[in-house]
Protein backbone atom coordinates (compact mmCIF):
# COMPACT_ATOMS: atom_id res chain seq x y z
CA UNK A 1 0.00 0.00 0.00
CA UNK A 2 2.59 2.47 -1.44
CA UNK A 3 1.72 5.86 -2.61
CA UNK A 4 3.76 7.83 -4.47
CA UNK A 5 5.22 11.42 -3.73
CA UNK A 6 6.62 14.02 -6.11
CA UNK A 7 9.78 15.95 -4.49
CA UNK A 8 10.31 18.97 -6.36
CA UNK A 9 13.13 21.56 -5.59
CA UNK A 10 12.12 24.53 -3.29
CA UNK A 11 13.78 26.81 -4.83
CA UNK A 12 13.48 26.47 -8.94
CA UNK A 13 10.05 24.27 -8.15
CA UNK A 14 11.68 21.61 -10.79
CA UNK A 15 10.65 17.90 -10.28
CA UNK A 16 13.18 15.95 -8.84
CA UNK A 17 11.74 12.43 -8.21
CA UNK A 18 8.45 11.22 -7.70
CA UNK A 19 9.47 8.59 -5.03
CA UNK A 20 7.06 6.45 -2.98
CA UNK A 21 5.92 7.87 0.29
CA UNK A 22 7.71 5.84 3.52
CA UNK A 23 4.98 6.67 6.70
CA UNK A 24 7.66 6.69 8.91
CA UNK A 25 9.26 9.46 7.93
CA UNK A 26 6.87 11.37 5.65
CA UNK A 27 5.88 13.57 8.48
CA UNK A 28 9.05 15.32 8.75
CA UNK A 29 8.25 17.31 5.45
CA UNK A 30 5.83 19.27 7.33
CA UNK A 31 6.74 22.32 8.28
CA UNK A 32 5.07 22.04 11.57
CA UNK A 33 7.24 19.37 12.41
CA UNK A 34 10.34 21.51 11.97
CA UNK A 35 8.87 24.59 14.06
CA UNK A 36 8.11 21.62 17.03
CA UNK A 37 11.74 20.67 16.37
CA UNK A 38 12.70 24.19 17.00
CA UNK A 39 10.66 24.70 19.56
CA UNK A 40 11.85 21.24 21.58
CA UNK A 41 15.95 22.53 21.01
CA UNK A 42 14.84 26.32 22.54
CA UNK A 43 13.17 24.63 25.52
CA UNK A 44 16.16 22.38 26.23
CA UNK A 45 18.38 25.51 26.21
CA UNK A 46 15.84 26.68 28.57
CA UNK A 47 16.20 24.22 30.97
CA UNK A 48 19.98 23.58 30.88
CA UNK A 49 20.32 27.49 31.29
CA UNK A 50 18.30 27.59 34.21
CA UNK A 51 20.41 25.20 35.90
CA UNK A 52 24.20 26.39 34.16
CA UNK A 53 25.41 29.91 32.60
CA UNK A 54 23.83 30.81 29.87
CA UNK A 55 26.20 30.13 27.50
CA UNK A 56 27.52 27.28 28.42
CA UNK A 57 24.03 25.78 27.84
CA UNK A 58 24.63 25.96 24.30
CA UNK A 59 27.11 23.68 24.49
CA UNK A 60 25.09 21.17 26.65
CA UNK A 61 22.22 21.47 24.33
CA UNK A 62 24.55 21.15 21.13
CA UNK A 63 26.42 17.83 22.85
CA UNK A 64 23.21 16.43 23.81
CA UNK A 65 21.55 17.17 20.56
CA UNK A 66 24.24 15.48 18.50
CA UNK A 67 24.00 12.04 20.88
CA UNK A 68 20.60 11.94 20.17
CA UNK A 69 20.55 12.92 17.30
CA UNK A 70 22.74 10.79 15.65
CA UNK A 71 21.14 7.91 17.58
CA UNK A 72 17.58 8.52 16.15
CA UNK A 73 19.02 9.91 12.63
CA UNK A 74 21.98 7.46 11.73
CA UNK A 75 22.25 4.24 13.63
CA UNK A 76 18.27 3.22 14.47
CA UNK A 77 16.99 1.19 11.75
CA UNK A 78 14.19 -0.21 10.14
CA UNK A 79 10.00 1.20 10.36
CA UNK A 80 7.50 0.88 13.30
CA UNK A 81 5.06 0.22 10.41
CA UNK A 82 4.00 -2.99 9.75
CA UNK A 83 2.72 -1.80 5.98
CA UNK A 84 6.12 -1.72 4.96
CA UNK A 85 7.11 -5.20 5.41
CA UNK A 86 10.53 -5.03 6.15
CA UNK A 87 12.05 -3.30 3.06
CA UNK A 88 13.42 -0.62 5.39
CA UNK A 89 15.19 -3.11 8.03
CA UNK A 90 18.45 -2.25 6.59
CA UNK A 91 18.18 1.87 6.02
CA UNK A 92 18.80 3.81 8.97
CA UNK A 93 15.99 7.06 10.02
CA UNK A 94 18.02 9.38 7.48
CA UNK A 95 18.52 6.61 4.55
CA UNK A 96 14.32 6.46 4.77
CA UNK A 97 13.96 10.42 4.60
CA UNK A 98 12.77 11.02 0.87
CA UNK A 99 13.72 8.31 0.05
CA UNK A 100 17.31 8.72 -0.20
CA UNK A 101 17.16 11.50 -2.44
CA UNK A 102 19.27 14.47 -1.98
CA UNK A 103 19.24 17.28 -1.75
CA UNK A 104 15.19 18.15 -0.61
CA UNK A 105 14.13 21.01 1.98
CA UNK A 106 14.01 18.69 4.61
CA UNK A 107 17.44 17.10 4.65
CA UNK A 108 18.83 20.57 4.27
CA UNK A 109 16.83 21.65 7.11
CA UNK A 110 18.62 19.02 9.58
CA UNK A 111 21.49 19.60 8.06
CA UNK A 112 21.96 22.99 8.92
CA UNK A 113 20.52 22.45 12.58
CA UNK A 114 23.01 21.10 13.97
CA UNK A 115 25.69 23.59 12.08
CA UNK A 116 24.01 26.67 13.95
CA UNK A 117 23.74 24.64 17.30
CA UNK A 118 27.63 24.43 16.23
CA UNK A 119 27.81 28.07 15.82
CA UNK A 120 25.05 29.20 18.79
CA UNK A 121 27.25 26.83 21.04
CA UNK A 122 30.63 28.75 20.09
CA UNK A 123 29.82 32.10 19.82
CA UNK A 124 27.84 32.70 23.30
CA UNK A 125 30.47 30.11 25.53
CA UNK A 126 33.26 32.26 27.15
CA UNK A 127 36.51 30.97 25.07
CA UNK A 128 38.55 30.49 28.21
CA UNK A 129 35.95 27.90 29.13
CA UNK A 130 34.66 26.30 26.11
CA UNK A 131 35.14 22.97 24.73
CA UNK A 132 35.29 24.20 20.92
CA UNK A 133 36.66 20.32 20.72
CA UNK A 134 33.92 18.65 21.40
CA UNK A 135 31.57 20.81 19.78
CA UNK A 136 33.95 20.26 16.94
CA UNK A 137 33.71 16.33 16.85
CA UNK A 138 29.58 16.68 17.38
CA UNK A 139 29.04 18.70 14.26
CA UNK A 140 31.85 16.99 12.08
CA UNK A 141 30.64 13.83 12.91
CA UNK A 142 27.22 14.93 12.52
CA UNK A 143 27.85 16.52 8.80
CA UNK A 144 29.72 13.86 7.57
CA UNK A 145 26.67 11.58 8.46
CA UNK A 146 24.34 13.37 6.35
CA UNK A 147 26.51 13.82 3.07
CA UNK A 148 25.20 12.05 -0.21
CA UNK A 149 28.18 10.27 -0.22
CA UNK A 150 27.90 8.29 3.11
CA UNK A 151 24.33 6.95 1.86
CA UNK A 152 24.27 3.56 3.18
CA UNK A 153 27.60 3.40 3.44
CA UNK A 154 28.89 1.52 6.62
CA UNK A 155 32.08 2.51 8.46
CA UNK A 156 34.64 -0.43 9.12
CA UNK A 157 31.06 -2.66 8.80
CA UNK A 158 29.99 -0.60 12.37
CA UNK A 159 26.14 -0.92 12.50
CA UNK A 160 26.07 -3.38 9.32
CA UNK A 161 23.50 -5.98 9.42
Given amino acids: MTTTAVVTSPRTGVKLAAVPTNRNTEWLNQKAAWAFYIILILLSWL ?4 WTDPGLAWTYVHLGHGAITYFLLHWNKGSPIQDDQGIYDSMTFWEQIDDGVQGTATRKFFTVVPVA ?4 ASHATDFRRQ ?4 NLLVVVVLTIAKMSRMHRVRIFGINSD
Fill in 131 to 134: PLGL
Fill in 47 to 50: VVAS
Fill in 117 to 120: LFLL
